[in-house]
C-alpha cells in the first residue's frame, strides 16, 4: 500500500520508460494560474509586436533606417512569444515531449532569438549615435541598404554562434549523458564556453550600447540647452534644429528601451553565475521573456506614429486604397 502512495504521488514524464524524468509537482491551482499567465502573455506579447511588423511593413513613410532596426527587434520579440508555450512546458513540467532532434533545434532557436535581441539593440544605439553626434553625415552613412545588411549579417553570424553554443555542450554529447534522465531538455556549457559567452553574448555588447548611449545623453543636453537658450532668447530656432530635437527624442525613446532590456537581462545573468536557486533562475528567465511584451508599450507611450498605425489596423482602414501611402509620421 505504501508503494502504491508513493508510486501515486511521483509522475514521470514517460512512465513506460525505467530513466525517465520526474515530472514537477505543483497543484492544480498552480498549473492554472502558471499556464493562464504565460498564455496571456504569449498572446500579448505576439499581438502587439505584430502590430509593429504591420505598421512598419505597410507604411511607406515609417521605412526609415532606425524603424527597419525596430522591425527586426519586433520579428524577434514576436517569435519570444511565440514559443512561450514551449519553454513553459519545459519549465513548469520539467518534460521534454518532442524528442532530442528538435530540444538542440529548439535551443539553438532560444539563443539566436536572444542574441538577436541584443544585436538589434547595438545596430539601434550605433543608429542614434550617428544620428545625434554626427547629423550631417548620417544621411550618407546611415541607409536603409546598409541598415538591412547590417541586420542581416548579424542574424547571420548570431545563427552561426548559438549553433555552435548549443552543439558544444555536453548536454549532446553521448559520452556526457549517463547523468541526464530520458525526457528532459537542458542547456549545460562548459566553463570555457560560459565565459566566451557571457563575453560576447552580454559584457561586450552591453558595454558598447552604454559607452554609445552615455555619449548620446550628452549630446542630447547640450543640444537642448542651445535649443531652448535660443528660444528664450527670442532667436527663430530653425528647422534644422528642430529636427536635431527631434532625433534627440527619438535616441531617448530608443533609451528607455535598452534600458528596460538591460534591468531584465543583469539580474538573470549575475543570478546565473552566483545562484543555484531553480525557483530564482525561473523567475528572471521569466521576466526575460516579458520584456519582449514591453517594448511594444514603449513605442505606444513615445511614438505617435504607432498609436496612429495601430488604430488603422485595427479598423482595418489598411485595407483601404493607397493605405500604404499616409503620413503616420507627428510632427512635434
Excluded at 505576439?46 to 527586426?72: A, D, G, Q, Y
Excluded at 544585436?119 to 553626434?133: E, G, K, T, W
Excluded at 547629423?135 to 542574424?155: F, G, H, R, V
Excluded at 558598447?208 to 547640450?222: C, S
Aim: contains cysteine; charged residues 10%.
Amino acid at each position: 500500500m505504501a508503494y502504491e502512495t508513493e508510486d501515486q504521488e511521483t509522475q514521470y514524464c514517460f512512465p513506460n520508460i525505467n530513466s525517465s524524468c520526474v515530472k514537477g509537482k505543483r497543484s492544480i491551482d498552480e498549473y492554472n494560474i502558471i499556464y493562464l499567465f504565460v498564455s496571456l502573455l504569449s498572446a500579448w506579447t505576439v499581438f502587439l509586436n505584430l502590430l509593429v511588423i504591420i505598421s512598419i511593413s505597410h507604411f511607406k513613410k515609417l521605412h526609415t533606417p532606425t524603424n527597419m532596426i525596430i522591425l527586426s527587434l519586433a520579428v524577434t520579440d514576436m517569435f519570444v512569444g511565440l514559443v512561450m508555450p514551449v519553454e513553459a512546458i519545459r519549465l513548469i513540467e520539467m518534460c521534454w515531449y518532442f524528442r532530442d532532434t528538435f530540444c538542440k533545434l529548439y535551443l539553438i532557436f532560444i539563443v539566436l532569438l536572444l542574441s538577436a535581441s541584443l544585436s538589434n539593440l547595438v545596430l539601434i544605439a550605433v543608429d542614434r549615435y550617428v544620428a545625434v553626434c554626427y547629423p550631417l553625415l548620417y544621411p550618407q552613412k546611415i541607409t536603409i541598404t546598409k541598415t538591412l545588411t547590417s541586420i542581416s549579417l548579424s542574424w547571420v553570424c548570431f545563427s552561426a554562434y548559438s549553433t555552435a553554443l548549443v552543439v558544444n555542450n555536453g548536454y549532446f554529447d553521448t559520452s556526457h549523458r549517463t547523468y541526464v534522465c530520458y525526457g528532459q531538455c537542458l542547456f549545460m556549457m562548459s566553463f570555457g564556453w560560459t565565459i566566451i559567452d557571457l563575453f560576447v553574448g552580454f559584457i561586450f555588447p552591453c558595454t558598447l550600447i552604454i559607452t554609445l548611449y552615455l555619449r548620446i545623453f550628452y549630446v542630447v543636453h547640450q543640444q537642448v540647452k542651445i535649443i531652448n537658450c535660443l528660444m528664450k532668447g527670442g532667436i527663430c530656432v530653425t528647422e534644422g534644429l528642430f529636427k536635431r530635437k527631434s532625433e534627440s527624442k527619438a535616441a531617448l525613446t530608443l533609451g528607455i528601451i535598452v534600458t528596460v532590456y538591460l534591468l531584465c537581462w543583469i539580474p538573470f545573468y549575475i543570478c546565473s553565475l552566483t545562484v543555484n536557486s531553480s525557483t530564482a533562475m525561473n523567475v528572471l528567465i521569466w521576466a526575460v521573456h516579458a520584456n519582449s511584451g514591453l517594448n511594444p508599450l514603449v513605442y505606444a507611450l513615445f511614438y505617435p506614429w504607432f498609436k496612429k498605425t495601430a488604430k488603422l489596423i485595427l479598423t482595418l482602414k489598411i485595407f483601404q486604397p493607397a493605405s500604404s501611402l499616409i503620413n503616420s509620421f507627428a510632427q512635434h
